[in-house]
């Protein structure tokens, strides 16, 4: 092998390179005896070492498998790359001769029972019944009790090799729960490297419920509370029964499924503790039951018990919080009175009776719609109707849509496919609108379709590097403004002679090249895509006008904010998309128009009753509701003198403010006012041609936070 050394510990030494240091941290650069190969897999190396792998600063290079693993794992054919990469270092190739598969020698639940990988050497009708166990050095395998090169593995061969080791390490201490925490990932490492699992441990599912979700069921003596998870696929009842039959709560449940399968389900301790309490209601009275939900334990809550089936999915869970009242001495038995002059500071319903004198209370946290939109009731099974299409080619490796895109995705694709005119993706910041967008085009894309997408400038390059990223097959001829004239002049030839297309076109251009070249307005579109719809909300503008002039069979919308300042957003925007589906301009402001005075109850009823008009054609999901795994979102204010030059400045155009002007006049001075906040070059009059970052409070705090940033070391930031 060229230039490689092996130190053991699964560290590779490369001498064709030299690691250095300064004060920004790690580089690579190759030293004076790097071969070809060297130089062709710089990158691969360097990246790598920039992200903090590597041993210290010297005459080469010490990298681990696992981190050029994890290199080549990103790459769009991992196997075929990773092979190649093995090939041009001279590694032994991969042995084809023998399948490997995985299996457990020894009983599950004995502790000195290990994992194993066998390549076999004896197969007969009744199964695999001898194989080779070998050994691996690095990145070769070799023969048992012998250096001789058995050969390399692809690069999923390596990780199950890998799994299997860190596994074997903590077998023999594992509880159950443990073990089959680990099966699952043995069985995941498997499937991704297509290779055997032993048959019995193959057929085992299993499952890790989210939260304990209990239940209320009426009997021949009255009620019951029962077990339940959130599994959609288990049989719950089969579930409840086990809970009831034990003594105690185990770590894991098989039960079956909808398919008569058993499956393992995987309990965790919180969710063991509320299984528990479960337990001692079996056999509670009704008024008990009444008790236990009116004053549940403190470990109940919203992160590990699912209410929905007790309660109606506007409660969230329960909370355990002070409570102040003064008692009520009216003695009406009217129930409106009945402790009206309790206070609560949050959205909570007292789930207590009777003249409680705690100071602590269990309430019922709900969607209280004080500050933001938390709940409505809108029905959103249409989505669930819409089927799923077929993406031809498929996705890449790791762009799978998620749950809520591929309905996104469906929506599209219904929607086109039943000839309705257009509709707003209006989904929040970081959902992924651009991923359902492009896959819906492919989902289309056996038409030969002229496609328009329309972005901001800077987002030209992002819309055509995404669509080359997420699919594995390349369906449209992608044209981009940055090219000319010349394609969208070709089109437009095209269809004066009545030539059909050979392909599908997707043409990427900017609002201005739109508005600024007639030829766009005189193509008949099939489909047109606005990006950042919210650029048309001023039904005033030129790009306004153009965008809805444009020819075209289905407009899709696309905005993380359809109403920046007044509602006369959405229409403008659905007067694109689906004109005419709100009314005339006049007609909307009339029904929909907001007073300075208008109360907030009496805007969230209008905008309630916007988003009910337009049904369908509109859909919005929150982050928070489809990404729960994000971390809560903090906004943290920071605050800075201005520096002399720049509040200098800012007073000089205040002082226009107080002069007798037009309202126009007003707010160009509101408009110089944030110039000159962010920057006062932005000002011709005040640009000095010379630039500093202790220019502006902006600057210095931006600064001082990408000084915090880089301090922060492994952790991720957003």
């Given amino acids: 092998m060229n230039n490689i050394e092996y ?55 010490e990298i681990s498998v696992s981190s050029i693993v994890e290199n080549f794992l ?15 270092y001279g590694f032994p190739k991969e042995n084809l001769s023998r399948r490997p598969y995985v299996c457990l020698e020894g009983a599950f639940s004995d502790s000195k029972s290990k994992w194993k990988v066998l390549y076999p050497t004896a197969v007969t009708n009744l199964g695999i019944i001898d194989g080779l166990k070998l050994r691996r050095k690095g990145l070769e395998l070799l023969y048992p009790n012998s250096d001789e090169v058995y050969g390399s593995p692809n690069i999923y061969e390596y990780l199950v090799h890998s799994k299997i080791e860190q596994i074997n390490k903590k077998w023999n201490i594992a509880l159950q729960k443990e073990k089959y925490k680990y099966l699952e990932e043995i069985q995941d490492c498997v499937n991704t490297a297509g290779i055997g699992l032993d048959s019995h441990y193959a057929k085992i599912n299993i499952v890790s ?75 509670a009275s009704n008024d008990e039951i009444k008790e236990f939900l009116a004053n549940p334990p403190e470990n109940w809550n919203d992160e590990i018990v699912d209410v929905s089936n007790l309660y109606s999915d506007r409660v969230i869970g329960w909370e355990l919080v002070p409570v102040s009242f003064t008692k009520n001495n009216n003695s009406s038995k009217n129930d409106w009175f009945e402790n009206a002059d309790r206070n609560y500071d949050k959205g909570f319903i007292d789930l ?68 309705n005119p257009g509709c707003i993706l209006a989904d929040d910041m970081g959902l992924g609108k651009t991923f359902q967008v492009l896959s819906f085009l492919q989902a289309v894309s056996n038409e030969n379709l002229n496609v328009l997408i329309i972005s901001p400038a800077s987002l030209l390059k992002n819309w055509e590097d995404e669509y080359y990223k997420f699919f594995n097959q390349i369906r449209y001829r992608i044209q981009t403004s940055q090219l000319g004239k010349v394609p969208a002049k070709r089109l437009l030839q095209l ?28 193509i008949q579109w ?42 006369s957003d959405i229409w403008a925007i659905s007067d694109f998309s689906c004109p005419g589906y709100l009314g005339t301009h006049k007609e909307f402001i009339q029904n929909y128009g907001l007073n300075p005075d208008e109360s907030d109850d009496m805007v969230a009823l209008k905008g309630q009753a916007i988003r009910q008009k337009m049904g369908i054609l509109l859909l919005r999901r929150l982050k928070k ?40 006049d007003k707010l160009k001075v509101l408009q110089r006012l944030r110039q000159v906040s962010d920057h006062y070059s932005f000002i011709e009059k005040f640009d000095t041609k010379n630039y500093s970052a202790e220019d502006t409070a902006k600057t210095i705090m931006l600064i001082e936070i990408l000084k915090d940033i880089k301090e922060r070391k492994g952790n991720r930031v957003c």
Wanted: glycine fraction near 4%; charge should be negative.
């Fill in 209 to 283: 419920p989210e939260k304990i979700k209990p239940d209320i069921i009426q009997t021949e003596n009255g009620f019951k509370m029962i077990s339940g998870v959130t599994l959609d696929d288990i049989n719950q009842a089969d579930f409840n029964t086990h809970v009831e039959n034990r003594i105690q709560v185990d770590d894991v449940y098989t039960v079956k499924n909808s398919k008569n399968e058993d499956v393992k389900i995987l309990i965790t301790q919180e969710q063991k503790n509320v299984l528990s309490d479960i337990k001692k209601m079996q056999f």
């Fill in 74 to 88: 990103t790459r769009e054919n991992p196997k075929k790359d990773f092979s190649k990469f093995l090939m041009d």
């Fill in 526 to 567: 099939d489909i047109v895509i606005l990006d950042e719809a919210q650029r048309i909300k001023n039904t005033k503008t030129l790009i306004n006008r153009t965008a809805r002039a444009l020819k075209s069979n289905f407009n899709v919308a696309v905005t993380g904010t359809p109403v920046e300042n007044t509602f």
């Fill in 352 to 419: 207590s009776s009777g003249e409680s004198e705690q100071h602590y209370q269990h309430l019922l946290v709900i969607k209280d719609n004080e500050e933001e939109l938390d709940y409505e009731k809108q029905n959103r099974e249409w989505l669930k109707k819409f089927k799923f299409p077929e993406i031809p080619g498929g996705y890449k490796d790791s762009y799978a849509p998620k749950e809520y895109q591929k309905e996104g995705i469906a929506w599209l694709f219904s929607l086109y496919k039943n000839n």
């Fill in 495 to 522: 269809q004066v002679n009545h030539e059909k297309n050979d392909c599908c076109n997707l043409f990427i251009a900017s609002y201005e090249n739109v508005r600024n070249f007639d030829a766009y307005i005189k």
């Fill in 625 to 664: 509701d489809n990404l729960p795994e994000l971390p809560e979102k903090k906004i943290v204010r920071r605050e800075h003198f201005m520096p002399d030059l720049q509040e200098n400045i800012y007073k000089q155009v205040l002082a226009l403010s107080k002069r007798n002007g037009t309202p126009g």
């Fill in 7 to 61: 130190l053991g510990n699964d560290i590779y030494r490369f001498s064709g390179f030299l690691v250095t240091k300064d004060e920004y941290g790690y580089d690579l650069l190759l030293s004076t005896n790097a071969t070809a190969t060297d130089r062709f897999y710089y990158n691969v190396f360097r990246m790598i070492v920039l992200n903090g792998c590597t041993s210290e600063p010297g005459n080469c290079v």
